[in-house]
């Protein structure tokens, strides 16, 4: 007996873009992301988003499976988590199906926390933890993080999450920023020749993001990490795409100190994260 059109599997097409072994396990989080319809069917204004969030897991999966090798449980910690989508997805897509491994989010805002909890528990999540608090004030029981994600924290919470990083000895961190004010105040009382290049508003808020993803780059460098610096999607989507992405190799980097001072002193400016 044929079946009837309203009968169809209502995630269908969904396998070649949403990677899980279980669709039907996968329907909450993707009805929560808006992937799917409230009916279970597929949200086509949702593609172009779910691609950025596939180029996203993409970017961050060689640094997973290598953890996975090496731990029994590796420790993900998704800082300024919001939704907390990012940690979902990663739960969803790698470790959930590796049986292995547990994700803590931070978020300051409760409603954000509970509501995170309730979708949790009902995907059957098991091994993720939600912490209400600041990045700064945050501290994980064990002391220890595998890896730190920092997505659109704002200003200087981006260099929160490089402090809880340090603090937790993560091997690797992934940071995309967004809004960066605080090296924009600092050039705005700076006189002197190099000051035209931030004379008007627009150009030291563009030229303050520019330096302070450029001094983040280096003080991670400062820590032994190893540094690359990319895009996270096409500028179609969003103007703040610039994924930094860092694996450590050694505690300490003497030289990028000495290249992240130098810097620092040439423009005038020193942001708080310089005295970490």
């Not at 300024?80 to 990012?86: D, Q, V």
């Amino acid at each position: 007996m044929k079946r009837s059109p309203s009968a169809k599997n209502p995630a269908q097409g969904l396998e070649n873009l949403w990677p899980a072994a279980d669709i039907a396990r996968s329907a909450p989080l993707l009805r929560a992301l808006h992937i799917l319809t409230r009916e279970g069917r597929l949200n086509q204004d949702s593609r172009r988003k779910l691609k950025q969030v596939m180029h996203l897991v993409q970017a961050l999966r060689p640094a997973l499976d290598a953890l996975l090798k090496e731990k029994d449980q590796p420790i993900v910690a998704d800082l300024g988590a919001g939704k907390s989508y990012l940690g979902f997805i990663l739960y969803d897509l790698v470790l959930g199906p590796a049986g292995r491994g547990h994700i803590v989010c931070v978020e300051t805002r409760a409603d954000l926390c509970e509501r995170a909890r309730a979708l949790a528990r009902e995907s059957g999540f098991e091994r993720m933890e939600f912490i209400q608090g600041a990045i700064a004030e945050a501290n994980l029981a064990g002391g220890r993080a595998d890896m730190v994600t920092a997505l659109h924290a704002c200003d200087t919470a981006t260099d929160e999450a490089i402090g809880f990083a340090l603090r937790h000895g993560a091997r690797y961190v992934a940071l995309v920023p967004c809004c960066q004010a605080e090296v924009a105040r600092l050039l705005a009382e700076r006189k002197g020749p190099l000051a035209q290049l931030w004379r008007h508003p627009i150009q030291r808020r563009e030229f303050g993001a520019q330096v302070t993803n450029v001094m983040r780059a280096l003080f991670l460098e400062s820590h032994g990490y190893r540094v690359r610096v990319t895009e996270l999607t096409g500028l179609e989507h969003s103007l703040k795409n610039e994924l930094i992405l860092a694996e450590r190799h050694q505690t300490s980097n003497a030289m990028a100190r000495r290249e992240l001072d130098e810097l620092a002193a040439q423009l005038g400016v020193r942001p708080a994260l310089l005295a970490s």
